[in-house]
């Protein structure tokens, strides 16, 4: 998959869950999906990836991390209800990453 099409994604899946976190919670959605598009776009580890919590680096600041975490608990779960194909697509691809990274790491260890 092209980085250009992953941060896509990236960025669709965690504005959708935004989203739906802010559907049933006070606030204002475009402040932090603006704030997570900027984080995506510059990410100089999207091409290794697969989510932000296994990411060495937390590029975001303390308080937005915080919220976004709070927003990934809530609507994670009900994602799958409201776009599944979208939460599979995004499984599949974490689960290709991490095939890639055990079969360069074995070819290592030999």
């Not at 250009?4 to 739906?20: A, C, N, P, Q």
């Not at 959605?29 to 598009?37: D, M, Q």
Request: aromatic share 10%; net charge positive; charged share 35%.
């Amino acid at each position: 998959m092209k980085i250009e099409d992953k941060r896509e994604h990236e960025i669709r899946l965690v504005s959708e869950m935004i989203e739906l976190y802010y559907r049933s919670h006070e606030g204002d959605p475009e402040r932090l999906i603006e704030y997570a598009k900027k984080r995506i776009l510059v990410c100089p580890f999207m091409e290794q990836k697969t989510f932000c919590s296994a990411c060495q680096v937390h590029c975001y600041q303390k308080e937005m991390r915080e919220e976004i975490r709070k927003v990934m608990r809530y609507s994670g779960p009900r994602l799958i209800f409201r776009h599944p194909l979208l939460v599979f697509k995004h499984g599949y691809i974490s689960m290709k990453e991490n095939w890639k990274k055990k079969k360069v790491k074995k070819r290592g260890n030999v």
